[in-house]
């Protein structure tokens, strides 16, 4: 009896692991609380920099720092604290359909980081 009830616990066991996993397949760029692995949106008053998302191609930025995205009369705000400093294709945060094509951010980390 002890071999089938450690069978069904493994199996069960196996069947939560692969729901978590693609749970979080699903949602590569989030944790698990929702918040993004990017940073969270802002407000135009909190930028540092305006960027027009038709004129460039990449940014440079510091961990922590605020861009409002312009594309003609739309706009948007972003503070990039990014999980290991990737770099951040800038369609991943901004609003369905305001931008086609890529933007890289280049983010480093800010002078009061360790590593």
Same mark, same amino acid.
């Given at each position: 009896? *002890?071999?089938?009830?450690? @069978?069904?616990? $493994?199996?069960? #066991?196996?069947? /939560? ?15 698990? *609380?929702?918040?993004?692995? @990017?940073?969270? $949106?802002?407000? #135009?008053?909190? /930028? ?20 409002? @995205?312009?594309?003609?009369?739309? #706009? ?5 604290d990014v999980v290991n400093h990737r770099t951040v294709d800038a369609r991943k945060v901004a609003p369905a359909g305001f931008m086609t094509e890529p ?13």
């Open positions: 009896m *002890s071999i089938v009830k450690s @069978f069904v616990v $493994a199996t069960l #066991s196996a069947a /939560a692991l692969l729901s978590a996993t693609a749970s979080l397949a699903s949602k590569p760029d989030t944790f698990p *609380s929702g918040r993004s692995h @990017f940073g969270a $949106a802002s407000t #135009s008053e909190q /930028a540092t920099k305006v960027v027009d998302v038709r004129n460039t191609k990449y940014i440079n930025l510091v961990c922590g720092e605020t861009v409002t @995205f312009r594309n003609g009369d739309q #706009s948007f705000s972003w503070r990039f933007l890289m951010v280049y983010v480093r980390p800010n002078a009061y980081e360790r590593n």
